[in-house]
């Protein structure tokens, strides 16, 4: 019935936000134009990256092709192609990507009210050797009368209007919200359309998956170790917690997006901030499970109450299941009272 159902409503991801934005009277289409930009970078590399291996795509940057081409890596490539359709969405203002040290500002004429803050191709160490990767978004509004400055995208995460991310994986998977819940979306090929395929999307309450780099264990602080104890030795007498860690973001949360449980890379003596960037991985991903009811926390607060101070920050993450997330925090919290 579902195939069915395709075949004839093909309810593709630009009628499904056409329908959300309808409810907006003062919706002017600028919010449509831009996600239709997203997801045409979003379609190229999904094509990009399942031709890679072919294609040689993977080479280093600067080695020549045999077209006598210099190479560009993936990332190098994709970075371009969403900067360029952002650009030419004549949508945005400012532009902040993984891959560049510098924010974009659009040129006056092309310039509109969203800044888009991204990461074109997170987990691009792992295209070699096959492991999913994903573009991963979030969207701000500019602030009022504000013609585009870094400050529109020092924003807290809770300010974002949208997020999403898409996984390049045994299908193309994107995955978005637009603050009324999260939609996903499957990339059907011989279409070229992204189609409804996870309506409304709720991240189990609990979950039986843990999700952390456990290389990094000697120098986590003792909250995350003691968290990570009860997932393996559980003091309730309950079966312990399964260990699933892909190491590519965009992969590892949206399986614990549908199946629950918890996606974690905490702060340790190394790295203070821990690793995932505040701005293009943290607030999207956090945004996402807050809408599908889940939570996500930095350790001392809630993630989308940052307030960001640079564009390429880290903060360190506990996101997933609500219930999860809620024994973090009250193993935080105890340590807090007792220091
Ligand atoms: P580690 C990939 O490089 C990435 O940015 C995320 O996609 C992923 O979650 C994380 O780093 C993996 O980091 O230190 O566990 O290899």
Redesign the pocket.
């Given at each position: 019935h579902a195939a069915e159902a395709h075949r004839t409503d093909l309810m593709t991801i630009t009628r499904f936000v056409l329908n959300e934005q309808s409810k907006h009277p003062e919706a002017r289409g600028d919010f449509t134009i831009l996600l239709s930009n997203i997801v045409l970078g979003c379609k190229f590399v999904c094509s990009a990256v399942s031709k890679a291996g072919l294609a040689k795509l993977i080479g280093l940057a600067g080695e020549i092709n045999v077209q006598g081409e210099e190479q560009k890596k993936l990332d190098v490539l994709s970075n371009e192609v969403f900067i360029k359709a952002l650009i030419s969405s004549g949508r945005t203002s400012i532009l902040v990507s993984e891959e560049n040290e510098q924010a974009t500002f659009v040129e006056p004429s092309k310039r509109g009210r969203y800044c888009v803050v991204f990461?074109p191709l997170?987990?691009?160490?792992?295209i070699d050797c096959g492991v999913s990767?994903g573009t991963i978004f979030g969207i701000y509004l500019r602030k009022d009368d504000s013609e585009g400055t870094l400050n529109d995208v020092l924003q807290p995460g809770k300010n974002m209007v949208a997020a999403g991310y898409c996984m390049y994986g045994s299908s193309c998977t994107l995955v978005l919200s637009t603050g009324t819940g999260v939609n996903g979306f499957t990339l059907d090929p011989s279409l070229g359309e992204f189609i409804l395929t996870h309506p409304d999307i709720k991240v189990p309450k609990k979950g039986k998956i843990y999700s952390v780099?456990e290389?990094?264990a000697k120098n986590w602080d003792e909250p995350t170790k003691k968290y990570v104890e009860r997932c393996k030795f559980p003091e309730d007498g309950s079966s312990p917690k399964s260990l699933r860690?892909?190491?590519?973001?965009?992969a590892?949360v949206h399986r614990t997006l549908l199946y629950g449980g918890i996606f974690m890379?905490p702060a340790d003596k190394k790295s203070p901030n821990g690793?995932?960037?505040t701005l293009y991985?943290v607030f999207p991903m956090s945004f996402l499970m807050e809408q599908a009811g889940g939570q996500a926390f930095t350790g001392t607060g809630r993630a989308l109450d940052i307030v960001p101070t640079t564009i390429h920050q880290r903060s360190p993450i506990f996101l997933g299941s609500f219930e999860e997330v809620e024994e973090i925090k009250s193993l935080y919290a105890a340590h807090e009272s007792k220091t």
């Open positions: 990461d997170d987990g691009s160490s792992n990767i780099n290389g990094n860690y892909i190491g590519s973001m965009v590892d890379y690793k995932l960037r991985e």
